[in-house]
Each structure stands twice: as structure tokens, then as C-alpha cells.
Nanobody, 123 residues
Framework: QVQLVESGGGLVQAGDSLKLSCAAS????????MGWFRQAPGKERDFVAA????????YYSDSVKGRFTISRDNAKNTVYLQMNSLKPEDTGVYYC????????????????WGQGTQVTVSS
């Protein structure tokens, strides 16, 4: 059974940084794509960032490009999201997701999801 556990969320001020972590129990972690998504109250779950199974390819939404960095450590079965220059519009519940190698920006591509971690950015 695959389990994904996010951590690192919190309440910060605009301009601050946070680093999210997602620990995976999946044996297939090293051969799976990983993604981060976020959901604001009353809104759909939106793509934030994704990383290929090798770590060589990364993808970002336009709203976070240049501020967020996704990375992975396959030896630790963990994916990270470094978030810099945070803005109030970054507020939401952040979810990590695991999917097949070709998974990138689409929610539907991912098979497994964590429970989410809350990020709140005050102005």
C-alpha cells in the first residue's frame, strides 16, 4: 500500500520561505513521477510542480516559476518543494502525488495522494 505523508506547512508572512517534504512508502518511488498540487478554499486542486522519476525534468506552473523548486531524493523516498518569496495567493492545502513516469501537470495522471499540509501566507 502506498502512503504519502507531507510535512513542513505553516503560517508565514509574505516574502518568507518554506520547504515542504513528502515521504513516500512506495517501493516504486524511484521509478515514479512526483507532483505537488494545491487547493485554496472553494477552488479546484491546481498543479504547482512536478518532477520526473529521474529528477532530470521538472515542471512548474507559471504562477510559481522562478520562486519554487521541486527536488527529490530517491535514496530517502522523499520529494521536496522549496518555496521562496511566498505570496498571499500561495495560500492553500498542498498535496503531493505519485504517478506513472509520464505524469506531469494533470491531476488525473496521479494515482496516489497525501493528506495535505496547510500553507498560509499573510500579507
Amino acid at each position: 500500500q502506498v502512503q504519502l505523508v507531507e510535512s513542513g506547512g505553516g503560517l508565514v508572512q509574505a516574502g518568507d520561505s518554506l520547504k515542504l517534504s513528502c515521504a513516500a512508502s512506495a517501493r516504486t518511488f524511484g521509478s515514479s513521477a512526483m507532483g505537488w498540487f494545491r487547493q485554496a478554499p472553494g477552488k479546484e486542486r491546481d498543479f504547482v510542480a512536478a518532477i520526473s522519476w529521474t529528477g532530470y525534468s521538472t515542471y512548474y506552473s507559471d504562477s510559481v516559476k522562478g520562486r519554487f523548486t521541486i527536488s527529490r531524493d530517491n535514496a530517502k523516498n522523499t520529494v521536496y518543494l522549496q518555496m521562496n518569496s511566498l505570496k498571499p495567493e500561495d495560500t492553500g492545502v498542498y498535496y503531493c502525488a505519485l504517478g506513472p513516469r509520464g505524469s506531469t501537470t494533470r491531476v488525473q495522471s496521479y494515482n496516489y495522494w497525501g493528506q495535505g499540509t496547510q500553507v498560509t501566507v499573510s500579507s
